[in-house]
């Protein structure tokens, strides 16, 4: 009985992820698949991404949404999360490449591309200085730089461009002619 009391203030608090890690509702949620160093990530709490990362947490498992926690970290803002995953060595060229991330427009993103997409700064410029693929294009072709460049985030722009950013790449397939996003 204390459990369902508790599985009912979890779901009236919104915590549904904390109750169903697979399923529907799960998948609705993206969050199936999702580890605790996943979970840890996603409410930015670095010490807990230290402690898990400490006993061999792996740092390049992505969830069912194909989604890592390095991704999620540099799109979320979590700069202190971002630096403890890069010290375990988590890949900085692993990207999103699911079905489910190819439905949801995350297929091709990397760490990088989400952090410039998101204005943040401060990581983009720590990824950079790792070694992280300036060059990278998601699915449709689309640069680091191209959303940053639309969303006249001028700081990103800089921090690509000083990097050595290719400007001359424009979005193909089919999908992005629909999406009206090629050749600019």
Known sequence: ??????????????????IVPFGKRAENNKIAGSTPLTDATKYNHSECVKRLLVHHANPNHKNHSSISALILAAKLGYFECVKLLVQARA?????????????????????????????RTDIV??????????????????????????????????????????????????????????GF
């Open 1 to 18: 009985m204390v459990a369902d009391q508790d599985d009912l203030i979890n779901a009236a608090s919104g915590w549904q992820d904390r």
């Open 125 to 182: 410029k720590y990824l950079l200085d790792d070694e992280a693929n300036r060059h990278v294009r998601n699915h449709y072709g689309v640069s680091a730089l191209c959303i940053p460049l639309q969303k006249g985030i001028l700081q990103v722009v800089e921090l690509l461009l000083n990097d050595g950013t290719t400007t001359h790449v424009a979005p193909f397939d089919s999908q992005a002619d629909e999406l009206n996003i090629t």
């Open 91 to 119: 890949d900085l060229k692993l990207s999103s490449s699911s079905s489910v991330a190819l439905r949801l427009n995350l297929c091709g993103q990397t760490s990088l591309f989400c952090a410039a997409r998101e204005d």
